[in-house]
């Protein structure tokens, strides 16, 4: 039966043969005799996992580190030793504010990278919108930032939202470059999971590393319940703009996911390029979705830097171009003489009928029978510019309609005469399309295996598929439109129409130097977001949008963070003699001109029009450039009359830091150099360089780990070292461990698993110390199999590190200690080494310290690092003797005593660090009080406008009564778990060194 | 005493009602009454701080001097003074107000902005507190 005094949070229990971290504790009866014990595993087999024991069934122990048991080593330089007290030194959580990208993955961290982590770190509660600009590396980013959470023990559960065609890139980009290993559940795979757990079990809480695309996961009514009792580390939403863009978002549902999820994850990052439409309130929502408490207006609208502040970051590429240095190459622009060709005379023609039309219509506007001015104006002729198929079918449809509305309609002989011209003519005839021929041939693209890859774009699917056919046939090419072709063909294309898993594969081919395909013709629909410019260099505008966001989004393709070559860009330009298209000769110019401005201009992105949308963008150039005659189009802002935005990129250019200012200030909202907070600065950076002391590199230690364990272990075959690689075959432990496909074991390892998609077909992880060497390996995984790289970088948290960790620390049972001996301390002095931690109440390490405490013989007393005093007692050239002494009787009460200095240091340690917090805790709190007032004031006017029944009215009574509940949630969840320090700190021994002769 | 004619500004309505409340109670104790009870809260503020260091000690310190000092002036303070300063003392004194002193990492804001206003409307401004400024432990 069970003890009969209540456990107090933060000790540590024994249960079940486990040992476990108390973080709550309720009364589980009446009479207070009994309790529901709330605890987070701490051991080996538990750890992360959450339990309630009740002591009316369970046997719950203190574990009492004074009663550790000194076990002498005997192998050969104390190499068991050692290894055991690395392995504890890896699996301590780091506590700092500072970022620390040495061996953290494969990728060359920029400074503004890295102060991208700063500042998310330095929030109590990340919570960060990355709102870069195409092409800035934001899932280095994101990968950068999870993996210094992870090693403070705050994303052990993560969730990542991607959109589908993105979710194989984000997912293998995690994984080669940071070992951080991302399950995919679709639903299908959510399904499957449930067969192979109790009912009433969660599926989302089986695997802790998870991507999900939107759609399968927006289906909120099937998940809902499921979600609701989900609690995640951090939620990441990849191209948020997906789920706050939507005109009524209280009924989107992707919106409601994202509002759902975000009041159960402690951190949370939103990734997008496009953080606004010009409109307060989406970029409002986005900001609300962060965090609820930033704004108190319901309807997001009303809001200013200091609401916003801190909790997004928003950079260009000019911003950052020095950080940068050769991961972002100068574009080149072959001159758009270059690429201009005279329209042929049957085309002339044509243009000549277009613009007597456009005319017409100009002077009519308005007048019965010219309506749908539009499209007679410009719509056909810009189809027309694009090619004769795609103009012919506009056409035809236009006819059919026109004779059956209106017979009589005086645009019909108009239409009449272009559509007998047009139907003599064919792509392959036109003048762009002899263009497009010449520039491939410039290039050196003939379609053969050697041939650069080219992006060809175009806007329409017509002028897709006639391009399609015409190149083919040119180029002596098998082509088909079927969907399931297209990967394997040398000309490839994807439009909007192009199922996911197709579009997925056809973009990994493109990605892929081995694949065969050469050319990837496409519709602006089907690349929003995706990488192309892993193998391709080359893109050409066959036609021209009329809008800088469209050609902005098609540019950044290729134009990326990571194109090794200089990309080349090519715009395709028909000239006429007589025909309209003399005054729009140079808009086009322009057009193309201000995009190239844009991209080496900073502060002012897709938004240059200030019009948002790239249809907006079509309809403005057209109606105020094209058919006014107005070549100055494109020099000003479209929409001086909208001061709404106007007034937005104010505010968020005052609310974002500059490149390279003091983040923690800025944080702060400290401005000036005032005496402010310098935190952290010392306490707790020593602190952050203190939790990453090794004895071991990397490499070394995966390898004289695993052969230890593969000396205890039978079914361990040897390491293979080959080069800077090394060839582990994973043991049937690690495959279990790691999820390994075809594993139909009972258990699901849901904490541990790695994505079935990077296990090696043989069963063999080849791992190295070198990040160039698995920069190469990604890119050689894109030559020839696609995502998923071949040779991983060993760091503390790749999974089969993590592993090793902690079968070594399994290798000493619980409550035992290792015991060694030095010549370099005085005879008889005894030297206790600990880690110690402070936690929160749920658990959370707060503060995490490693040191030792000494005992000479003549009475003297010395507690300090555990580095010095592994220095000082030789502990990297010991040489073991066997003459360690039976220590039991004798140092029993000095092992008391320094468990007692231990803990003592360790509380004080704990209250420095809550004294740090503390400022910052305030300030939120204010916030939060300041925010819950604001907003409590506004819906309580709005509440007195209203009737009492109006739907209204109860909209703004549950907004009002939800405050409340949020504020309490923010205080259980959050302050207490991650903040308040429990009573009692905890200490472990580790290590034992006593001097002899 | 009647309520002066001069009133504190600025506060919410829940902390001026309380306000209001305390300064009736404060005309029923006298001034070296008032002054033993800042005394003591400030004694069981230091004893709380000592298990929690979100209990904000040094704010508390920093109502209670400008409190203490026009105590001790008592002679010296105008009548509407003497009413508004022993509402503030009286306020302060009491745990359990619009941010309950040792629970919450705020608790002595309200107390702060109740004898700002105190300050403000008898004139002693200079004597007011950024609350801002008490933050670090």
Not at chain 1, 379 to 407: H, M, N, W
Not at chain 1, 562 to 580: C, D
Not at chain 2, 52 to 57: K, M, T
Request: proline share 5%; charged share 25%.
């Amino acid at each position: 039966m069970s003890s009969v005094s209540a456990p107090a949070p933060g000790m540590r229990v024994l249960c079940r043969d486990a040992e476990w971290l108390v973080t709550r504790v309720d009364p589980a009866d009446h009479s207070h005799t009994h309790y529901a014990v709330h605890c987070v595993g701490t051991d080996d087999l538990v750890r992360g996992h959450q339990a309630v024991f009740l002591t009316q069934l369970d046997i719950i122990e203190p574990i009492d580190p004074r009663k550790t048991k000194l076990i002498p080593d005997t192998s050969n330089g104390f190499r068991n030793a050692r290894l055991f007290l690395e392995a504890q030194l890896r699996q301590m959580p780091a506590t700092g504010l500072n970022p620390d990208p040495e061996a953290m993955g494969a990728f060359k961290p920029m400074p503004f990278q890295v102060e991208a982590v700063r500042l998310a770190l330095g929030q109590l509660r990340p919570r960060l919108l990355l709102a870069d600009a195409v092409g800035l590396g934001k899932t280095i980013q994101v990968g950068m930032i999870l993996s210094e959470l992870m090693r403070r023990g705050r994303a052990n559960r993560i969730l990542v939202l991607a959109k589908k065609s993105m979710l194989t890139q984000f997912q293998s980009e995690l994984w080669n470059r940071f070992g951080i290993p991302l399950v995919r559940l679709d639903s299908a795979g959510i399904a499957r999971l449930r067969l192979r757990i109790p009912a009433n079990k969660n599926p989302f809480e089986v695997y802790h590393r998870v991507i999900i695309s939107i759609d399968t996961l927006k289906n909120v009514g099937s998940y809902r319940h499921f979600l609701e009792n989900t609690r995640w580390d951090c939620v990441v939403i990849d191209e948020a703009h997906n789920v706050a863009g939507a005109s009524v978002p209280e009924r989107h549902l992707a919106y409601r996911l994202a509002r759902l999820l975000s009041r159960r994850t402690d951190s949370m990052l939103l990734t997008t390029a496009t953080p606004h439409n010009g409109k307060r309130e989406t970029f409002g929502r986005l900001i609300s979705l962060l965090d609820p408490s930033a704004i108190p207006d319901p309807d997001f609208r009303e809001y200013t830097a200091d609401d916003i502040r801190g909790f997004f970051l928003m950079r260009f590429k000019e911003d950052v171009r020095e950080d940068a240095g050769e991961n972002l190459t100068d574009r080149q622009l072959v001159p758009i003489e270059q690429t201009t060709v005279n329209a042929t005379p049957s085309e002339e023609q044509i243009y000549a009928i277009l613009s007597e039309l456009r005319a017409e219509a100009a002077r009519n506007r308005g007048e019965d029978g010219w309506k749908n001015n539009q499209l007679v104006q410009y719509g056909i002729y810009k189809q027309f510019l694009s090619s004769p198929e795609s103009c012919l079918k506009t056409l035809r449809k236009r006819l059919a309609t026109v004779r059956a509305e209106d017979p009589d309609s005086p645009e019909l002989p108009f239409l009449e005469r272009i559509e007998v011209l047009l139907s003599a003519l064919t792509i392959r005839e036109s003048s762009r399309y002899k263009m497009l021929l010449a520039q491939l041939r410039d290039i050196g693209w003939d379609g053969s295996a050697g041939c650069p890859r080219v992006l060809v774009f175009t806007e329409y699917r017509e002028t897709q598929d006639a391009l399609a056919a015409a190149i083919a046939a040119d180029f002596k090419l098998k082509y088909s439109a079927r969907f399931e072709q297209q990967p394997n063909q040398v000309l490839a294309t994807i439009n909007g129409s192009c199922p996911d898993v197709h579009l997925m594969k056809t973009v990994e081919a493109f990605g892929t130097g081995a694949s065969e395909m050469r050319m990837m013709l496409a519709t602006d629909v089907a690349s929003e977001g995706v990488n192309l410019h892993h193998q391709c260099h080359h893109i050409i505008h066959y036609d021209l949008p009329w809008s800088i966001i469209t050609l902005i989004q098609r540019n950044g393709r290729i134009d990326r963070f990571g194109q090794k070559q200089n990309p080349i860009l090519r715009y395709l330009r028909v000239r006429t003699e007589a025909g309209l298209l003399q005054g729009d000769e140079t808009i086009f110019q322009r057009l193309v001109e201000k995009v190239e401005e844009i991209n080496h201009s900073t502060r002012q992105g897709e938004s240059h029009l200030k019009l948002y949308d790239a249809e907006a963008e079509e309809r403005y150039i057209a109606e105020h450039g094209i058919l006014s005659g107005n070549t100055a189009v494109l020099e000003q802002a479209a929409t001086t009359a909208d001061p709404e935005t106007e007034s937005l990129e104010q505010l968020l250019a005052a609310a974002v830091p500059e490149v390279g200012e003091d983040y923690l200030r800025y944080l702060l909202g400290e401005t000036d150099a005032a005496p402010g907070l310098e935190i952290t600065a010392d306490a707790t950076s020593s602190n952050a360089t203190e939790s990453r002391l090794r004895l071991y590199s990397d490499r070394q230690f995966l390898m004289d780990g695993y052969r230890l364990l593969s000396e205890l272990g039978t079914d361990y075959t040897p390491l293979q070292e080959s080069g800077p690689l090394m060839l582990l075959n994973a043991p049937a432990d690690l495959r279990r461990r790691l999820g390994a496909p075809g594993n139909t074991a009972d258990v699901v390892f849901g904490a541990t698993a790695i994505p079935a998609e990077a296990w090696p077909d043989d069963n063999q992880f080849r791992l190295t110390n070198d990040p160039d060497r698995v920069e190469l390996a990604i890119l050689a995984a894109r030559n020839t199999s696609g995502h998923w790289s071949r040779e991983l970088l060993a760091t503390d948290q790749q999974p089969i590190l993590q592993w090793i960790t902690e079968r070594l620390l399994m290798l000493m049972k619980r409550g035992q200690c290792p015991h060694i001996t030095s010549r370099r301390l005085q005879p008889r002095e005894l030297c206790f080494c600990f880690i110690g931690q402070v936690s929160t109440q749920a658990g959370a390490p707060l503060a995490v310290d490693a040191h030792a405490i000494s005992f000479r013989p003549n009475g003297g007393f010395e507690q300090r690092p555990l580095r010095e005093a592994l220095d000082a007692a030789g502990f990297d050239q010991l040489v073991n003797d066997g003459n360690t002494s039976n220590l039991e009787l004798g140092a029993a009460a000095l092992l008391e005593s320094a468990v007692d200095y231990s803990l003592d240091y360790m509380r004080q340690l704990g209250r420095d660090k809550v004294n740090d917090l503390t400022p910052f805790l305030r300030r939120e709190n204010r916030r939060l009080r300041n925010w819950s007032q604001r907003r409590r004031e506004l819906l309580q006017t709005r509440l007195e406008t209203l009737p009492p029944n109006h739907p209204k009215a109860h909209a703004c009574q549950r907004e009002l009564d939800e405050i409340d509940a949020y504020i309490a949630d923010r205080h259980d969840n959050w302050q207490d778990t991650w903040i308040n320090a429990s009573a009692q700190p905890s200490t472990q021994l580790v290590l034992v060194i006593e001097g002899v002769q | 005493m009647t309520v002066p004619d001069s009133q504190p500004v600025g506060l919410n309505a829940a902390v001026a009602d309380r306000l209001h409340e305390c300064a009736q109670l404060a005309q029923q104790v006298t001034p070296g009454s008032l002054l033993q009870s800042v005394a003591d809260h400030l004694q069981l503020t230091r004893e709380a701080h000592q298990n929690s260091p979100l209990v904000n000690l040094r704010l508390a310190e920093g109502i209670a001097g400008p409190l203490l000092q026009t105590l001790q002036d008592w002679a010296t303070l105008t009548a509407d003074a003497q009413y508004w300063i022993a509402a503030a003392a009286f306020y302060f004194c009491r745990d359990a107000d619009e941010e309950p002193d040792f629970s919450s990492p705020l608790g002595f804001e309200d107390d702060a902005e109740v004898l700002n206003a105190c300050l403000r409307c008898i004139g002693r401004s200079h004597l007011c507190l950024n609350v801002e400024d008490y933050d670090d432990v």
